[in-house]
């Protein structure tokens, strides 16, 4: 039967190769740096060879594969955000192979059931309701003097047109449901087998916020991204319920795709009456 428990052994030295992995997606998405972040993720795997090698750490080295595997792939293509109909469909097929390369090479080849999509249902308890008002509520409020004030919005282009329109919003919730696949369901799955809940969490949010860095949240983004990451993973631990987080994260997103059409088109209605 393939293995899904979370590995017992590895000891605080398993920590230097899935952290060197981690700073890679810094250097390869927030920096830019290539000639840093590919040597930076092939140290990583040698150092969970090394360590598994010497029972520093027991399995690390095909799960810290996976998730290189993953880094590699979406590092292919630059990650500004263009919906040009060719970068569209690139995209798509780059992340969608970023999520299914790691989840084959996990449960086919090294045998590891720990990449799963547990939906879960819409079975929430009442404070997963209030929850998930209170996020949407301060996200409505943050978002636009976020995206405003800084001007990040122009990371992102200008759409006037229904199809510019139409491949925005549903670039952006893809995006979106794609970052709950890969970083939590993927990245921060294969973590949680060696390291404790906090430093596995830790480690998923340094490259998913490089990620969301490339993608446009600059500027402050990080105050925002940041902690948004980290509770999106402590959520989806405490639940188990992927439903709940991708629905969380899509309506955030839903925010995101009004704030930037406002944005290029300020003389437009919009849902936003405290911004001008």
Same mark, same amino acid.
């Given at each position: 039967?393939?293995?899904?428990?979370?590995?017992?052994?590895?000891?605080?030295?398993?920590?230097?190769?899935?952290?060197?992995?981690?700073?890679?997606?810094?250097?390869?998405?927030?920096?830019?740096?290539?000639?840093?972040?590919?040597?930076?993720?092939?140290?990583?795997?040698?150092?969970?060879?090394?360590?598994?090698?010497?029972?520093?750490?027991?399995?690390?080295?095909?799960?810290?594969?996976?998730?290189?595997?993953?880094?590699?792939?979406?590092?292919?293509?630059?990650?500004?955000?263009?919906?040009?109909?060719?970068?569209?469909?690139?995209?798509?097929?780059?992340?969608?192979?970023?999520?299914?390369?790691?989840?084959?090479?996990?449960?086919?080849?090294?045998?590891?059931?720990?990449?799963?999509?547990?939906?879960?249902?819409?079975?929430?308890?009442?404070?997963?309701?209030?929850?998930?008002?209170?996020?949407?509520?301060?996200?409505?409020?943050?978002?636009?003097?976020?995206?405003?004030?800084?001007?990040?919005?122009?990371?992102?282009?200008?759409?006037?047109?229904?199809?510019?329109?139409?491949?925005?919003?549903?670039?952006?919730?893809?995006?979106?449901?794609?970052?709950?696949?890969?970083?939590?369901?993927?990245?921060?799955?294969?973590?949680?087998?060696?390291? =404790?809940?906090?430093?596995?969490?830790?480690?998923? =949010?340094?490259?998913?916020?490089?990620?969301?860095?490339?993608?446009?949240?600059?500027?402050?983004?990080?105050?925002?991204?940041?902690?948004?990451?980290?509770?999106?993973?402590?959520?989806?631990?405490?639940?188990?319920?992927?439903?709940?987080?991708?629905?969380?994260?899509?309506?955030?997103?839903?925010?995101?795709?009004?704030?930037?059409?406002?944005?290029?088109?300020?003389?437009?209605?919009?849902?936003?009456?405290?911004?001008?």
């Amino acid at each position: 039967m393939a293995n899904q428990t979370r590995t017992q052994a590895t000891t605080p030295w398993g920590l230097v190769p899935a952290a060197t992995v981690a700073l890679a997606a810094v250097f390869l998405f927030a920096l830019l740096n290539e000639s840093v972040g590919y040597p930076l993720l092939l140290v990583g795997v040698v150092g969970a060879a090394v360590t598994d090698a010497r029972r520093l750490s027991d399995g690390l080295l095909p799960d810290l594969l996976c998730i290189a595997a993953g880094l590699g792939i979406i590092s292919l293509i630059p990650l500004k955000a263009d919906i040009s109909w060719p970068m569209f469909v690139t995209f798509g097929v780059v992340l969608a192979s970023a999520v299914a390369v790691p989840w084959w090479l996990s449960r086919r080849v090294f045998g590891v059931d720990a990449v799963r999509y547990p939906w879960g249902g819409w079975r929430w308890s009442r404070a997963q309701w209030i929850y998930l008002v209170a996020v949407i509520g301060a996200a409505y409020f943050i978002l636009p003097f976020y995206f405003l004030s800084s001007g990040v919005y122009q990371n992102w282009p200008a759409i006037h047109t229904p199809s510019e329109i139409g491949r925005l919003l549903v670039g952006v919730n893809a995006v979106g449901l794609w970052d709950e696949l890969f970083f939590i369901c993927t990245v921060f799955a294969l973590l949680r087998r060696h390291f =404790a809940t906090w430093q596995a969490n830790v480690l998923q =949010a340094t490259i998913f916020v490089s990620f969301l860095w490339e993608l446009g949240y600059q500027a402050w983004g990080p105050a925002l991204t940041v902690p948004f990451a980290l509770i999106q993973g402590a959520i989806f631990q405490l639940t188990k319920n992927l439903t709940y987080v991708v629905v969380l994260h899509l309506l955030f997103d839903v925010i995101v795709f009004l704030v930037i059409l406002h944005a290029h088109n300020p003389t437009w209605p919009h849902p936003f009456p405290l911004v001008g």
